[in-house]
Structures are given as C-alpha cells and as structure tokens.
C-alpha cells in the first residue's frame, strides 16, 4: 500500500512540477513580448524624433517652457510621412491636404516638408516597418519626451523611384513651346538630334518621344 501510495505521490509531483515549468515558460514569453513590444515604442520614437530633429527650430519655441504644441504638430506631421513610407507611397496625396484648414501658402509648405520626411524615412530607416497610430508630446523630468502608439506591421516595399522625370507633353504642348522658342521643326529636329518626320509625328499626336528624347526636349525648353 506504501508503495502504491509512493508512486502516485511521485506521478502528481512529476505533473506539478511540469505544469509550473509550463507556465514559467509561458511568463517568459509574456514578459520577452512586452519586452520587445516596449524596444520596438521606443526604437520607433527615436526614429521618428530623428527624422524631424533638423526642422524641429522651425515649430518650437521653448523661450518660455517646453514647448510641447509644436512638438505634436512636427511629430503628427512626421507620422504622416511614417505612414506615407511604410506602405510603399511615395508622396502625401492631395486629398489629404485639402482637408486641413489651410491657406494655399501653407499647404504647400505642409506639403515639401511631409514628403521631404517620407525621402528621409525611405533613406534612413526601411527596415522600421510598423504603422504608428498616434503621437504624443509629453513633459517628462522637464524635458519633452515622444511617446507613440503603434498599428500594424508591414511587409517590406520596394522603395518608389524619386528621380523627377520631365513629363511627357501633348501634341498641342509642344507645337506651342517649339513656336514660343522661335524654331522652325528643321531647327527643332536639328537641336534634338532627330528628324524633321520625327517632329511632324509627335504635334500630330502620331508618336511619342522615347525617355531620352523627353530629356532633351526638357532641357531645350529649359
């Protein structure tokens, strides 16, 4: 009966002692998520302070105290541009901008400086891929501390090409500029390398330059 006893004791301490390594390890993994929950909120601050660090004199003004209305709007700026990055765009779209209660002046502005902050994120950190849903200026030990909120993670894009590209003209576009620089379409196609036929084809709406004839024409106009 001792015996009896003694195995059974051994098998119930043999299942305790696995069922509280069980939930030792599962604590482990809780605590190493939240862990690397809470490195990634701060890794990504950092990222997003960074980008904005060299327009930041342009929105704060900490004469009288820490200056944490002009750090939310440079920060909410910067997490458009974020945001604008992670998902593979590669500008701020003029919906967006037309919604803010600005003046033209100031949308343009709005404008250079967001999609100036999306180059910036695409240069310098692509593997930072999580959305952030919200920032917040906070005064910490007196100091302005940023503190973000993040959404959902995404897969890695191809960086848009940001090489700006003279667009293409229409047939009426460029018989209009050929006329306005004084050139006859033998002077034209002789500045362009080209031929005359060739010109003829292109105001007639018959054939479209190639890139490289798009640069030249560019330039010429330039």
Same mark, same amino acid.
């Given at each position: 009966?001792n015996?009896?006893?003694?195995?059974?004791?051994?098998k119930?301490?043999?299942?305790?002692?696995? =069922?509280?390594?069980?939930?030792a390890?599962?604590?482990?993994r809780?605590?190493q =998520?939240e862990?690397?929950?809470?490195?990634q909120?701060?890794?990504? =601050? +950092?990222?997003?302070m960074?980008l904005?660090?060299?327009?930041?004199?342009?929105?704060v003004d900490?004469?009288?105290?820490?200056?944490?209305?002009g750090?939310?709007?440079?920060?909410?700026?910067?997490?458009?541009a974020?945001?604008?990055?992670?998902?593979g765009r590669?500008?701020i779209?003029d919906s967006?901008?037309n919604t803010?209660?600005?003046?033209?002046?100031?949308r343009k502005?709005?404008?250079?400086?967001v999609?100036?902050?999306v180059?910036?994120?695409y240069?310098?950190?692509p593997?930072?891929r999580?959305a952030?849903?919200?920032?917040?200026?906070?005064?910490?030990a007196?100091?302005?501390?940023l503190?973000?909120s993040?959404? +959902?993670?995404?897969?890695a894009m191809p960086i848009?090409?940001?090489? +700006?590209?003279?667009?293409?003209?229409?047939p009426?576009q460029?018989l209009a500029?050929?006329?306005?620089l004084?050139?006859?379409?033998?002077?034209f196609?002789?500045?362009?390398g080209?031929s005359v036929k060739?010109v003829?084809?292109?105001?007639?709406?018959?054939?479209e330059?190639s890139?490289d004839?798009i640069?030249?024409?560019?330039?010429l106009?330039?």
């Amino acid at each position: 009966m001792n015996c009896l006893e003694s195995e059974k004791t051994k098998k119930m301490s043999h299942k305790q002692n696995k =069922a509280a390594k069980r939930k030792a390890k599962l604590k482990a993994r809780r605590v190493q =998520a939240e862990q690397s929950r809470h490195q990634q909120h701060v890794r990504i =601050a +950092d990222a997003l302070m960074d980008l904005c660090a060299d327009i930041l004199p342009e929105y704060v003004d900490d004469s009288k105290g820490i200056d944490l209305v002009g750090r939310n709007i440079l920060w909410r700026m910067g997490m458009v541009a974020w945001n604008i990055a992670v998902t593979g765009r590669r500008e701020i779209d003029d919906s967006s901008i037309n919604t803010m209660k600005l003046d033209e002046e100031s949308r343009k502005m709005v404008r250079d400086e967001v999609n100036a902050l999306v180059r910036l994120k695409y240069r310098k950190y692509p593997e930072l891929r999580t959305a952030i849903s919200s920032v917040s200026a906070v005064n910490v030990a007196g100091g302005a501390k940023l503190k973000v909120s993040l959404g +959902d993670t995404f897969p890695a894009m191809p960086i848009p090409d940001f090489t +700006d590209k003279p667009e293409l003209l229409t047939p009426e576009q460029l018989l209009a500029k050929r006329k306005a620089l004084g050139l006859s379409q033998v002077k034209f196609a002789v500045a362009l390398g080209v031929s005359v036929k060739k010109v003829s084809a292109w105001e007639h709406g018959k054939a479209e330059p190639s890139e490289d004839e798009i640069e030249k024409i560019a330039a010429l106009f330039s």
